[in-house]
């Protein structure tokens, strides 16, 4: 089993940046892809970014592509989401995720994912 703790969450102006973080327990990290949801209440989750068991392979969400950034410590057993020039619409419960995978390619869907944080809150200010 795998647990996942988000941390690195706030408050923060338009254009500006956050880091977020995702502590992994569990005897194999280096072999799950990893991702990044995130969620308003009563909306759907949205697939925000992800990246295979190496570090190798990333994708992103259009909506944050060229802005926000995925990157992995596999010896460190935590993965890392950099968001810069944050806008408003970016305001939501950001979560970690993951399953088992030694694939190039990572996943995007929700649905594929067996392993949940508990969210950390990020609001970005006009």
């Known amino acids: 089993q795998v647990q996942l703790v988000e941390s690195g969450g706030g408050l923060v102006q338009a254009g500006g940046s956050l880091r977020l973080s995702c502590a992994a327990s569990?005897?194999?990290?280096?072999?799950?892809?990893m991702g990044w949801f995130r969620q308003n209440p009563g909306k759907e989750r949205e697939f925000v970014a992800a990246i295979n068991f190496n570090g190798r392979s990333t994708n992103y969400a259009d909506s944050v592509k060229g802005r926000f950034t995925i990157s992995r410590d596999n010896a460190k057993n935590t993965v890392y989401l950099q968001m810069n020039s944050l806008k408003p619409e970016d305001t939501a419960d950001y979560y970690c995720a993951g399953y088992w995978s030694v694939s190039i390619v990572v996943a995007t869907a929700g649905e594929r994912y067996n392993y949940w944080g508990q969210g950390t809150q990020v609001t970005v200010s006009s």
């Open positions: 569990g005897r194999t990290f280096s072999n799950y892809a």
